[in-house]
T-cell receptor, first 115, second 117 residues
Framework: AQSVSQHNHHVILSEAASLELGCNYS??????LFWYVQYPGQHLQLLLK??????LVKGIKGFEAEFIKSKFSFNLRKPSVQWSDTAEYFC?????????????FGPGTRLSVLP | KAGVTQTPRYLIKTRGQQVTLSCSPI?????VSWYQQTPGQGLQFLFE???????NKGNFPGRFSGRQFSNSRSEMNVSTLELGDSALYLC????????????????FGAGSRLTVL
């Protein structure tokens, strides 16, 4: 079965600091990868996705993620965080070999950005 | 176009009661998935429906059930509620077909927050 792990449960940064949130998945086949964000009081929304091609994908609000197939990783990065990035971030994976399989989410990483 | 709509947004029940939650997907989306979100547990997959058929099921007891109607709207039901069922129940829709299209991603609703007393 697929599983997703996220390296940090809670990350605290000051504004302008750089961010990297780790995500690893366990699945031997071809996958689609996602990062979702949940701002306080808001619903989950898609931050970025990787389906194929360039392993460095760019999303909304200056976020990017790099797919490293050999490491089964899909880490999220942002060079300079803002207070408004305070949110919970979820990594997710879905098999491309079998679209009958569901999405699997990681446990989430809570990011707190101090002004 | 309208997003994923979940009703009710908030509800309070007592142990032993049952509850039905509703989800209207984005127009044209044929897949509806349900997740339970609790602090510390993240998003736990409940089940997915595609074209009125349950396609996948998570590791939840039989008290949790769902269905999908011909218009793709979905309902989930929890019977004999327990305190531990208190959670945010999220519905997400997607195209659901066998495609690698970038459009085939989950779009979430705002959730139904259930409190069991």
């Amino acid at each position: 079965a697929q599983s997703v792990s996220q390296h940090n449960h809670h990350v605290i940064l000051s504004e302008a600091a750089s961010l990297e949130l780790g995500c690893n998945y366990s699945y031997g086949g071809t996958v689609n990868l996602f990062w979702y964000v949940q701002y306080p009081g808001q619903h989950l929304q898609l931050l970025l996705k990787y389906f194929s091609g360039d392993p460095l994908v760019k999303g909304i609000k200056g976020f990017e993620a790099e797919f490293i197939k050999s490491k089964f990783s899909f880490n999220l990065r942002k060079p300079s965080v803002q207070w408004s990035d305070t949110a919970e971030y979820f990594c997710a994976v879905r098999s491309r070999d079998n679209y009958g399989q569901n999405f699997v989410f990681g446990p989430g990483t809570r990011l707190s950005v101090l002004p | 176009k309208a997003g994923v709509t979940q009703t009710p947004r908030y509800l309070i029940k007592t142990r032993g009661q049952q509850v039905t939650l509703s989800c209207s997907p984005i127009s044209g989306h044929r897949s509806v998935s349900w997740y339970q979100q609790t602090p510390g547990q993240g998003l736990q997959f409940l089940f997915e429906y595609f074209s009125e058929t349950q396609r996948n099921k998570g590791n939840f007891p039989g008290r949790f059930s769902g269905r999908q109607f011909s218009n793709s709207r979905s309902e989930m039901n929890v019977s004999t509620l327990e305190l531990g069922d208190s959670a945010l129940y999220l519905c997400a829709s997607s195209l659901g077909g066998r495609t690698s299209s970038g459009a085939n991603v989950l779009t979430f609703g705002a959730g139904s927050r259930l409190t069991v007393l």
